[in-house]
């Protein structure tokens, strides 16, 4: 089995949950947490 191609019954049998998640971008990255992102934005000089 290719690990791009696994289907909802072998994450069943893995006992893999799927869960929904935000992600928060600037400046070409993306953060995984709220405050990372805002310190990243504050850090940077205005224009």
């Known amino acids: 089995m290719k690990d791009n191609h ?3 019954a072998e994450l069943t ?3 893999i949950e799927r869960v929904q998640t935000e992600a928060f971008l600037w400046g ?3 953060y ?3 405050s990372d ?3 990243a934005a504050r850090r940077t000089p205005k224009r």
């Open 32 to 34: 995984s947490n709220l």
């Open 6 to 8: 696994i289907d909802d």
């Open 13 to 15: 049998r893995l006992g």
């Open 37 to 39: 992102a805002v310190a």
């Open 28 to 30: 070409g990255y993306r």
